[in-house]
């Protein structure tokens, strides 16, 4: 019930309006959000490498009203990508929603945006990972990745949410060509007749998505890059220590070495994780997310941890 509330406020407009105005709120959003300029997400890519670990960088946006909104979103973009390309040196890579770019208003404005942006990043070196958002925007999603492939473009995965009951078809198919695969559990509000509705089931499920794609990472030999801006087959993007463990015990079982799978978590989340990860010498992935459009992004992680609330709640009474 909690967890549908937050999910229908990060939709609500007069809720961002309100809650955007509350000196507190970006108090508390700024756990989970880099920042807003750019300059400051490059400066925690900083950070985190030097703590050993990689990134990804996401500036946030979604659901644009207009085609002029949904180009400056992709050029916006363009400026992530250049900027890593000057620091050859950053191990990171970008995320980006398709919502962001168009996909709400017009596929082949979005197509034509996505194809912009995939270009951009080879140019740059690096890797493009399309988030998966909304039932909605599942099919089309990976519609469009495959367009993508189709057109030549090697520098781009995607990802698949263990809650659909359709995510093991999606994994098999998008396995057959060697996708990079981001597998998170899923942070929407799905009807029963498309997710799994008990956390049981997810979780499963979760596992079993994960076995399959460290075999498919095993048969393929794939492994994290040199540069560690490409990543191997599974990213196991979790805070779960379960799913976390499952992942670690069957890829020793089956021999996958450790740079032929990543974890990847959230920034400002599980910091402890984070490192005790590095330390067993597993790759790990943060996900940097930064930009004034920070709303929905920081109503799904009150979503997902009630932990979370009660940080909101408590900055709150701070003042």
């Known amino acids: ?29 700024s756990r989970f959000i880099a ?5 400051d997400a490059l400066r925690v890519v900083r950070e985190v490498n030097a ?67 995939v270009a951009r990043a080879k140019k740059n070196n690096t890797f493009v990972r399309v988030d998966i958002e909304d039932t909605p925007y599942t099919e089309k999603t990976i519609n469009l990745y495959y367009m ?75 492994k994290l890059s040199s540069d560690c801006r490409f990543p191997p087959i599974p990213a196991i993007a979790s805070h779960d220590e379960k799913r976390i463990a499952f992942a670690k015990q069957y890829a020793e079982k089956v021999g996958l070495p450790k740079d032929g799978m990543e974890f990847q978590m959230l920034y400002g989340i599980r910091r402890d994780l984070q490192e005790q990860l590095v330390n067993e010498g597993y790759p790990v992935r943060v996900y940097v997310p930064f930009g004034t459009h920070w709303y929905p992004y920081f109503m799904r992680r009150l979503a997902e941890r009630p932990a979370n609330i009660w940080f909101f709640i408590s900055n709150f009474f701070k003042g």
């Open 1 to 29: 019930m909690l967890r549908s509330f937050f999910i229908y406020l990060s939709k609500a407009a007069w809720a961002q309006n309100l809650v955007i105005s509350w000196s507190f709120a970006w108090r508390t959003a």
């Open 51 to 117: 703590r050993g670990m990689n990134a990804t960088l996401d500036h946030l946006g979604e659901h644009t009203n207009t085609p002029e909104e949904a180009q400056q979103a992709a050029d916006d973009i363009f400026m992530s990508l250049d900027a890593l390309g000057a620091d050859p040196t950053a191990r990171a890579n970008i995320s980006i929603k398709l919502t962001q770019i168009g996909l709400g208003l017009d596929e082949n404005l979005c197509a034509q945006n996505l194809e912009r942006i």
């Open 148 to 222: 993508m492939r189709e057109k030549g473009y090697a520098n781009i995965g995607t990802a698949v949410q263990s809650y659909l009951y359709r995510a093991e078809a999606d994994l098999v198919r998008l396995l057959q060509d060697k996708t990079p695969i981001r597998l998170v559990k899923g942070a929407y509000d799905e009807p029963a007749d498309k997710a799994f509705p008990k956390k049981a089931d997810v979780d499963a499920n979760y596992d079993l998505l994960t076995k399959i794609m460290i075999d498919a990472s095993l048969a393929n030999q794939t």
């Open 35 to 39: 920042g807003t300029k750019l300059e």
